[in-house]
């Protein structure tokens, strides 16, 4: 109705490969791209959307890959290894458990933000302790400081998860958060 055109991605887990996730996203932003005629969409316009470990993907295609999407939008995302601040089995997962403290730091991607990263939407809740909303506070900031558009979506309760679920006391603002911000990003 809002003349959106979604298509989901079923990617490989790493299960200590990390960069067979980031080939997956590639692949598939390629696809559409050199597709968007049969799609129906503009191939300049074509974004990414993550939740959680794939908010984790969606912002790394947005920062290290080589094949950037026109945006993102982040639900509670995972951002950071740092201790106490993101979700250790995510980065268990990603890098293996043997991972070491440099491949934290440069998985952790509020370091891997330049000002080539895509305009970016952050959506959490306050009272998430799966992944602390200071993941997307993290991220923010690095898109700010590289001067970057980004917005910021915080909303009190929800813990982890939520996504598309209407019961969520937040679900119609953030669908109408989504819609306003891609406007104004496609202006």
Known sequence: AEGITVVALKYRLPNGHCQVPLEDVEAALRYIRDHAAEYGVDPSRVG???FSAGGHLAATASTIGAFKPAFSILFYPVITAEPGKGHQLSFDSLLGTDHTAEQSEYYSLQNRVTEATPPTLL???DDDTG???VNSALYYEALKAHGV???MHIYPTGEHGWG???NFPYHEVWKAAVLEWLR????
Request: glycine share 6%.
């Open 48 to 50: 990414i959307m993550g």
């Open 184 to 187: 104004e990003i496609n202006r």
């Open 164 to 166: 598309f679920h209407t």
């Open 149 to 151: 558009k980004a917005s």
């Open 131 to 133: 992944v602390p909303a």
């Open 123 to 125: 959506l959490h809740s």
